[in-house]
C-alpha cells in the first residue's frame, strides 16, 4: 500500500507540474474514493500536503518577483479568520460524525465541479472583464470583494481543502485582470501557504491528519511536479486542461453518486 501512495502521489506531482492546478481536486477524492480514507482525515492530510508544496513554491516566485503581496495581504484578512472560524465550527459539530463526513464529500464533490468550471472558461471570463472595464472594481471596493473571496475561499478550503488552486486563481484573474498570469499564478500560492497552514493546524487540533500518508504522499509528489514542470513545455496546454476537466467531473459524478 505504500508504494502505491507514493505511486498516487507522483501521479498528482505530474499532472500538478503539467498543468499548474489540480492537487487538492484530485488527491483528497483520490485518498477518499481508491484508499477508503474518511473525507476528514483526507483533507487534514492533504491541507498538510499543500502547505508544504506551496511553501516551496512561494519561494521560488518571489524570487522571480511574481507576488502582488498587497493583494495576499487582504485575501490573507478574510481567508485566516475563516479558516479559524470553520475549524471552530468543524470541531464543535465533530459528534455528528457521520453527516459531517456526508457535509466534507459533498463539499469535495461541489468544489471540484468549480474546478472544472475554472479551467473551462476563465479565459473567457478574463476577455470579457477586459473588454468592459467600466465593470471592474476599484479603491475600497476591490479591496473589500478581495477580503470577502478571501473569506470564501477560506471557509471552502477548511472543509473540502480543495478551491485554493484553479478556483482562487479564477477569482483574482476576475478581479485584477491585467495582472500577468506569472503574478496570478505567485499570489495565489503565496495566500494559500498561510491559509493551508492555519487550516493543516485546525486539522492536526482536531486529529484528522494522517503523518505516514502524508509522507510517503510527498515521497512522490516532489519527483512528479519536477518532471511534470520540466515536460510542460513539450505538451499541449488545451489538451492538458481538458483532460483534467474530464478527470474532475468523473470524480465529482463518484463523490456524489
Known amino acids: 500500500m505504500t508504494v502505491t501512495y507514493v505511486l498516487s502521489g507522483f501521479a498528482v506531482g505530474l499532472l500538478v507540474g503539467l498543468t499548474g492546478v489540480g492537487g487538492g481536486s484530485l488527491m483528497t477524492p483520490l485518498l477518499t474514493l481508491m484508499f477508503g480514507v474518511s473525507p476528514t482525515v483526507a483533507v487534514g492530510t492533504d491541507l498538510a500536503f499543500a502547505s508544504t508544496t506551496k511553501a516551496v513554491g512561494t519561494l521560488a516566485h518571489r524570487v522571480r518577483g511574481t507576488v502582488r503581496w498587497d493583494v495576499v495581504r487582504h485575501l490573507c484578512l478574510g481567508a485566516l479568520p475563516a479558516a479559524l472560524a470553520t475549524t471552530l465550527a468543524l470541531k464543535y459539530f465533530g459528534q455528528l460524525d457521520k453527516e459531517i463526513g456526508k457535509i466534507i464529500r459533498y463539499s469535495i464533490a461541489g468544489s471540484v465541479l468549480l474546478t472544472v468550471f475554472a479551467l473551462l472558461f476563465r479565459g473567457r471570463m478574463q476577455a470579457w472583464v477586459l473588454a468592459h472595464p467600466e465593470k471592474q472594481l476599484q479603491g475600497r471596493g476591490l479591496a473589500a470583494a ?68 502524508l509522507a510517503t504522499l510527498l515521497l512522490g509528489s516532489v519527483p512528479g511536479i519536477t518532471i511534470g514542470s520540466l515536460a510542460a513545455r513539450a505538451m499541449p496546454e488545451k489538451f492538458m486542461r481538458a483532460l483534467l476537466a474530464a478527470t474532475l467531473t468523473a470524480v465529482a459524478a463518484k463523490l456524489v453518486f
Open 146 to 213: 478581495t477580503i470577502i473571496i478571501g473569506a470564501v475561499l477560506g471557509a471552502l478550503v477548511t472543509i473540502s481543502s480543495i478551491g485554493a488552486g484553479a478556483v482562487g486563481a479564477t477569482l483574482l484573474v476576475l478581479l485584477y485582470p491585467r495582472l500577468s498570469p506569472a503574478e496570478i499564478a505567485g499570489t495565489d500560492i503565496a495566500y494559500a501557504v498561510p491559509l493551508t497552514a492555519i487550516a493543516a493546524a485546525g486539522h492536526w487540533w482536531l486529529g484528522s491528519i494522517n503523518w505516514m500518508l
